[in-house]
């Protein structure tokens, strides 16, 4: 809370610029070192017991995968923040490869590597106790805590236009002053939620994912198309179609969480070794 609470009074977009450089350094550190650790793993014991397709868990693996592009939330406020917007699609494109082919690399070579074995957090796979390991996830912790205040901005702007319209606290501190508890106090609620679901951070991900992702995904993005651009007969059939497709991913995917919730054990967690 000390240091989310500071992040999340930011007004501008522009001022997470550098906590989220400093951020990204931090994760690509963390990533060079699991595909480190994952490789040398397979080349000394080669691969765990790998299944190729678990029904059981389907539904948390659709869900975590939606999760990895929750960053589409973003794309509005940095094209409206960017210098240059037009060059926005290209650096999208080439940010969804990336992401996208990070992804793919890090979860293939991971369960490859610890097979039935891999944490929900597979830093926590790594070697235990060791200084690099330690260095890791207490950087990746704080890269993750920098960029929670980036992933709220448009939450907090959505709701703070829906809370105080037409209401500036520019001028008027009492209306600031309003707008700085409502923000402490999402800022508590969403910590709150971390607090509880941190035993079983692979099923919160998932009911996240599918709850929340998937419509960002699958849902939202062919009703706009509907809307505001669809002419043909065959272009309305396709973003239904996509649309209801995307209804049932979503309840498929968050009933699947929420049923699964206290299944199995915990995770194993080494930093309280």
């Known amino acids: 809370m000390a240091v989310l609470l500071p992040l999340c009074l930011v007004r501008h977009i522009k001022g997470f610029s550098t906590v989220a450089l400093l951020a990204d350094v931090f994760i690509v550190v963390g990533l060079v070192y699991v595909w480190g650790i994952d490789i040398s793993t397979?080349?000394?014991?080669?691969?765990?017991y790998v299944r190729n397709f678990n029904p059981e868990s389907y539904s948390l693996f659709l869900g975590t995968a939606a999760y990895t592009f929750e960053g589409y939330a973003l794309i509005l406020p940095i094209v409206d923040a960017m210098a240059q917007p037009a060059?926005?699609?290209?650096?999208?494109?080439?940010?969804?490869?990336?992401?996208?082919?990070?992804?793919?690399?890090?979860?293939?070579?991971?369960?490859?590597?610890?097979g039935d074995k891999t944490e929900a957090i597979v830093l926590l796979n790594m070697p235990s106790k060791t200084a690099a390991t330690l260095g890791v996830?207490?950087?990746?912790?704080?890269?993750?805590?920098?960029?929670?205040?980036?992933?709220?901005f448009p939450v907090i702007r959505i709701l703070e236009q829906a809370l105080f319209p037409r209401r500036s606290g520019k001028l008027d501190k009492g209306v600031k002053a309003q707008k700085?508890?409502?923000?402490?106090?999402?800022?508590?609620?969403?910590?709150?939620i971390a607090v509880v679901g941190v035993e079983r951070v692979d099923r919160l991900v998932a009911v996240i994912g599918g709850f929340a992702c998937?419509?960002?995904?699958?849902?939202?993005?062919?009703l706009f198309h509907l809307k505001a651009l669809a002419t043909s007969r065959w272009e309305r059939g396709r973003d239904a179609a996509l649309a209801?497709?995307?209804?049932?991913?979503?309840?498929?995917?968050?009933?699947?969480?929420?049923?699964?919730?206290?299944?199995?054990?915990?995770?194993?967690?080494?930093?309280?070794?």
Do not use: H
Request: with cysteine.
């Open 42 to 48: 397979l080349s000394r014991l080669g691969t765990g």
């Open 87 to 114: 060059k926005f699609p290209a650096v999208l494109s080439l940010v969804m490869a990336i992401c996208a082919a990070v992804s793919l690399s890090i979860g293939a070579l991971s369960y490859a590597a610890f």
């Open 137 to 152: 996830q207490l950087l990746y912790s704080v890269a993750i805590l920098f960029t929670i205040p980036l992933m709220m």
């Open 180 to 192: 700085n508890a409502f923000r402490a106090l999402l800022v508590a609620g969403v910590v709150g």
């Open 214 to 222: 998937v419509p960002i995904s699958f849902i939202y993005p062919p």
């Open 244 to 273: 209801c497709l995307g209804v049932a991913i979503c309840a498929y995917v968050t009933y699947g969480a929420i049923s699964r919730w206290g299944a199995g054990e915990p995770p194993i967690d080494f930093c309280d070794l």
